[in-house]
């Protein structure tokens, strides 16, 4: 086994912080950009663009859904040369991930979204005007990780006391002390099966004042 393969699964294993979930979206996010055309008309091709997308990872999965999360028509929009014109726009597609799909179903599900993906970025590059396209590997995560907000809290309080309980000495007894108010929930993907969510509380562990 080469250095580099060990090290990549050491990277795997190491995903063992945080309240284990199984995720239940699996998420594609892409960047679809148009050079050499006026940004009003980029944008109408761009927009025919991912909705045959769309229809393409419907038929893939009839639950394919799209979310447009950018725009961006360059620092360049305003050039006077065509050749400096570009706009891109950023979305993400999800397709539901359903409790009864097994390990197996999910990869399966992702390696078909991998390779339409390949299919529609190759035909993309074919059209006139050129398009763009750029996939990321889709990623299976939680579509409302905040619903599990109270039980990773109190995972963590529960870890804080523990760790308060075994460095505390007979004399001078520990608490957790002037804690901030908890961010968002983090979700980590582990596998097409499993996310760790996470708080990131900042906060510290002290003495516990005599008479307290």
Not at 89 to 94: G, H, L
């Amino acid at each position: 086994m080469s250095m580099k393969s060990a090290a990549e699964m050491v990277a795997r294993e190491s995903h063992t912080q945080g309240l284990a979930v199984r995720p239940d979206v699996l998420t594609t996010r892409f960047a679809a950009r148009v050079a050499e055309v006026d940004p009003d008309r980029a944008v109408l091709v761009l927009k025919a663009a991912c909705e045959i997308l769309l229809r393409r990872m419907r038929e893939l999965h009839p639950s394919a859904t799209l979310r447009m999360t950018a725009l961006d028509v360059g620092r360049d929009a305003t050039a006077k040369s065509r050749d400096e014109l570009s706009t891109r726009v950023d979305a993400e597609i999800d397709v539901a991930l359903t409790p009864d799909m097994d390990w197996w179903n999910r990869a399966q599900l992702s390696a078909a979204v991998s390779v339409l993906a390949r299919t529609l970025s190759g035909e993309a590059r074919k059209q006139k005007p050129v398009i763009e396209v750029i996939f990321q590997q889709p990623v299976a995560l939680l579509r409302e990780p905040e619903r599990h907000r109270t039980e990773v809290l109190r995972r963590w309080v529960t870890r804080a006391k523990e760790l308060a309980t075994l460095a505390q000495s007979e004399g001078a007894p520990l608490a957790v002390a002037g804690c901030d108010p908890p961010g968002d929930v983090q979700q980590t993907p582990v596998s097409v099966d499993e996310v760790r969510l996470s708080l990131h509380v900042g906060g510290r562990i002290d003495v516990v004042p005599r008479g307290a």
